[in-house]
């Protein structure tokens, strides 16, 4: 099931600059998206979501961006900190029903 | 800020045993899911409990599981006869409404010998 893809599964940030993460996903119906942070031993936990209504969503330091063409989204952090580090996963859901998950990147905020 | 309980953090069984997993979701929340991810593998659904009934389930989601609310807080997961593939973290959810954040517990290891 390759429906949500992040295709990068590490990035390394230095700390104050922008963290990029980027999601494809191939199903058409899905109208709802999200991102969760994970760290290790803990559940996933909600960061941001955005409906296909829309093509951007922020709140503080997160900004997701929604490129329904594109059938893309990405998840930008700014500024990056190093509190930050941890796997982010996206994932998307159609007529809110199950979410789909996508594999997860590591995202490291060196100093 | 309210969160989703999960008991135990680890549960070890042998091999055709039955277990049962606990969850306590967010309070006012209405609907529950179970996700489960194998190690190395992706997070993926299970079943998903809105209004005392399972309103959506997973092809994994076969005759060995079951769900219940057996009251106004908790929200569990049965498995019958565990199989080693069984083996896995699973992550109950709890979301106000079907189109609102999921809220994710964090998670029960299962490892079946």
């Known amino acids: 099931d390759q429906q949500v893809k992040q295709n990068s599964p590490s990035l390394s940030v230095q700390e104050g600059r922008i963290s990029i993460l980027n999601c494809d996903y191939t199903?058409?119906?899905?109208?709802?998206f999200l991102w969760y942070k994970k760290y290790p031993a803990e559940g996933p936990t909600f960061l941001i979501s955005?409906?296909?209504?829309?093509d951007k969503n922020e709140d503080g330091r997160f900004t997701v961006f929604l490129n329904k063409s594109a059938k893309h989204l990405s998840l930008h952090i700014v500024p990056s900190q190093p509190g930050d580090s941890a796997v982010y996963f996206c994932?998307?859901?159609?007529?809110?029903?199950?979410?789909?998950f996508g594999t997860g990147t590591r995202l490291q905020v060196t100093l | 800020e309210p969160e989703v309980t999960q008991t135990p953090s680890h549960q070890v069984t042998q091999m055709g045993q039955e277990v049962i997993l606990r969850c306590v979701p967010i309070?006012?929340?209405?609907?529950f899911y179970w996700y489960r991810q194998i190690l190395g593998q992706k997070v993926e659904f299970l079943v998903s409990f809105y209004n005392n009934e399972i309103s959506e389930k997973s092809e994994i989601f076969d005759d060995q599981f079951s769900v219940e609310r057996p009251d106004g807080s908790n929200f569990t997961l049965k498995i019958r006869s565990t199989k080693l593939e069984d083996s896995a973290m699973y992550f109950c959810?709890?979301?106000?409404?079907?189109?609102?954040?999921?809220?994710f517990g964090d998670g029960t290891r299962l490892s079946i010998l």
């Open positions: 309070s006012n929340h209405l609907y």
């Open positions: 994932a998307a859901s159609a007529t809110a029903s199950k979410l789909t």
């Open positions: 199903n058409s119906m899905f109208d709802y």
């Open positions: 959810a709890s979301s106000l409404g079907s189109n609102q954040p999921q809220h």
């Open positions: 955005i409906s296909s209504i829309k």
